[in-house]
């Protein structure tokens, strides 16, 4: 099977993908038609399309196939569909589509009824097919991992929080569904030597905020966001060598919150988040559920004031990078002009703007040029205009960083192997 990119119904607001069959193969046996091959006819296509129930959550949702069949008999010949056949996966028959590509296990059904003439090999009418009713079995590879990138998605994180008496009288539970982007990145798939192809990734940023603030009435308004002096790590393996999915995998997450009563909260150890996926970058609908038990909070002064437990985090809506808040850099109408600009918002953020050359006129490389490198703007505002020209044959490289006052951001890149943070003395 394939399927196209995901849209919305502009008058609905639902999503939708068109499908296809793109080959399709079952054998059997029978007492009067002896062994037998029911296949898709490679023309006119078998072509579907999936779409959600309703706009949020995506799922359930409803698939369907309209299947131009060939029947091919050991003792009877050869017949051809005289039209498509449509298999159903719907709610309205408690057999919904729960993810994408469907999990083993899901059925697509013909309507009760309906039948399709059979022609056999003069065009002659000879039979009919109906009932039919298929299920899923598991998934095979029909291609490599992808390449190493990085991928972007709406995503809901749950999690139960505790605060300590005295940091708030009494103490304080609350549970947390927080809901925002996230952007991950991930290499190259490498053979480890068993077959099982093996990627390493890791999230590089989540921004996902309390949909409830009265929710959580002990710690106001709550964002969760990423350690920016903790290494995030995981990893994505298939589970047999014969095919790339499914596979298992894994992320390990250093989580911060930022309160609107007890300001930033750091996780004291890694939550990991563990989900068996059936493509990468995870489709909507994949959950991840995290491993363990609680884990500490700590204020900025290294205090425990409690504890947090994550019970998932759910993959909702994938969609293009970069990440909506992500600093970026642009050329000016003039084409001299660099901009450097972000959509980043919220109390205490603020951006650094690093520049370095490279060229003939200059006899360091790339890593000593990272030393060498002048500060434009520290911690200052989200736009930056810089005119400088190269002279002729140089280049200019800029770096831009976002970070909070209770912690600065980080030059580093998860997938370069150089430490940008300790070579660049500029804007410290």
């Keep these: ?90 709610p309205d028959d408690g057999n919904p589509i729960r993810d994408t590509p469907p999990h083993p296990g899901t059925l697509h059904l013909s309507r009760p009824g309906a039948a399709v003439l059979l022609f056999d090999e003069n065009s002659e009418p000879a039979g009919e097919i109906s009932d039919l009713r298929y299920e899923l079995g598991g998934y095979n590879s029909c291609e490599a991992m992808p390449a190493g990138g990085e991928s972007c998605a709406k995503t809901s994180w749950e999690a139960k929080v505790r605060i300590f008496d005295p940091f708030v009288p009494g103490g304080c539970t609350a549970e947390l569904r927080l809901a925002g982007p996230y952007r991950h990145v991930r290499g190259n798939p490498v053979d480890p030597g068993d077959g099982r192809d093996l990627v390493q990734w890791l999230l590089a940023k989540v921004t996902a905020t309390s949909a409830d603030p ?160 002048d500060c434009l703007q520290d911690n200052g505002g989200n736009t930056f205009t810089d005119s400088h020209e190269p002279p002729p044959g140089d280049l200019l490289w800029y770096l831009w960083r976002d970070g909070y006052d209770t912690g600065q951001g980080s030059w580093n890149d998860p997938f370069v192997a150089v430490d940008r943070d300790r070579l660049i003395v500029a804007c410290p």
Aim: glycine share 12%; proline share 8%.
């Design 1 to 90: 099977m394939k399927r196209d990119d995901p849209q919305r119904d502009p008058a609905t607001g639902v999503q939708f993908f068109d499908t296809a069959i793109v080959s399709l193969e079952l054998a059997g046996s029978d007492p009067v038609l002896g062994q037998f091959t029911l296949s898709a006819r490679p023309s006119p296509p078998s072509t579907g399309q999936t779409r959600s129930v309703n706009p949020m959550p995506t799922y359930p949702a409803t698939g369907f196939f309209d299947v131009f069949f060939d029947l091919v008999t050991e003792f009877e010949g050869r017949f051809t569909g005289g039209a498509a056949m449509r298999v159903l996966a719907s």
């Design 214 to 373: 009265g929710e959580t009435a002990c710690l106001g308004l709550v964002t969760l966001r990423l350690s920016q002096t903790e290494a995030p790590s995981g990893q994505v393996q298939s589970l047999a060598p014969a095919e790339n999915f499914p596979a298992g995998a894994f992320l390990d997450v250093w989580a911060v919150l930022d309160t609107g009563a007890l300001g930033r909260l750091a996780a004291g150890a890694p939550v990991r988040f563990a989900a068996t996926l059936d493509d990468l970058p995870p489709s909507g609908g994949e959950a991840f559920v995290a491993e363990g038990q609680a884990v500490p909070l700590l204020d900025a002064f290294g205090n425990e004031v409690g504890a947090i437990a994550f019970e998932e985090l759910r993959v909702e809506d994938p969609g293009r990078c970069p990440f909506e808040d992500e600093p970026h850099l642009t050329i000016g109408p003039d084409g001299q002009t660099l901009v450097a600009s972000s959509k980043g918002a919220g109390a205490g953020l603020h951006y650094d703007l690093a520049r370095g050359q490279l060229g003939p006129s200059s006899t360091l490389d790339r890593v000593e040029s990272l030393g060498a490198a």
